[in-house]
């Protein structure tokens, strides 16, 4: 049996211990933000957070989140308002299929806070999602304007 928490809820699991996480929280838990992209890993449009980390939850095995915390796009809106990256994505018309996008947001949260205030080189360089739309532009201007809110003090 594993235990983890998701979303501020413990949940249980007993099957297949190498089902990869994205499938649990879209099957299991009924919480469907989460995408299927490439299933290696590669594309990030299943980005979570797990002990606060960005990771791609295509590839990490149910038998290696036990006991973790892991946060979702579902867990982003504290009292109903949006986080703050989530804003300024919609400020900036970042999406257009709109498919990646709680990936890249995921991502886009811890991004900031290892590279507070980057350029656009480390933004180049260090978010490594991937958008079929190629949205980049529009997300490279969003990533600056809520990196600029989170240094005014925005916490969601």
Not at 20 to 46: D, H, M, S, V
Request: proline share 3%; hydrophobic share 30%.
């Amino acid at each position: 049996m594993i235990t983890l928490n998701v979303n501020g809820k413990s949940l249980s699991y007993d099957g297949d211990e190498d089902m990869p996480l994205l499938w649990f929280l879209r099957e299991n838990a009924e919480l469907t933000g989460t995408k299927y992209g490439c299933g290696i890993g590669q594309c990030g449009a299943c980005t979570v957070h797990i002990d606060g980390e960005a990771e791609r939850s295509c590839t990490i095995p149910m038998a290696e989140v036990g006991g973790t915390n892991i946060s979702t796009i579902e867990n982003l809106s504290a009292n109903g308002g949006l986080h703050f990256v989530q804003r300024v994505w919609i400020e900036e018309d970042v999406p257009q299929c709109g498919y990646c996008q709680s990936g890249q947001i995921m991502a886009t949260i811890t991004f900031l806070e290892k590279f507070p205030n980057p350029t656009d080189e480390d933004i180049d360089k260090y978010h490594t999602n991937i958008c079929r739309c190629g949205s980049y532009d529009n997300m490279r201007k969003a990533i600056h304007k809520a990196a600029k809110l989170q240094a005014e003090g925005a916490t969601s």
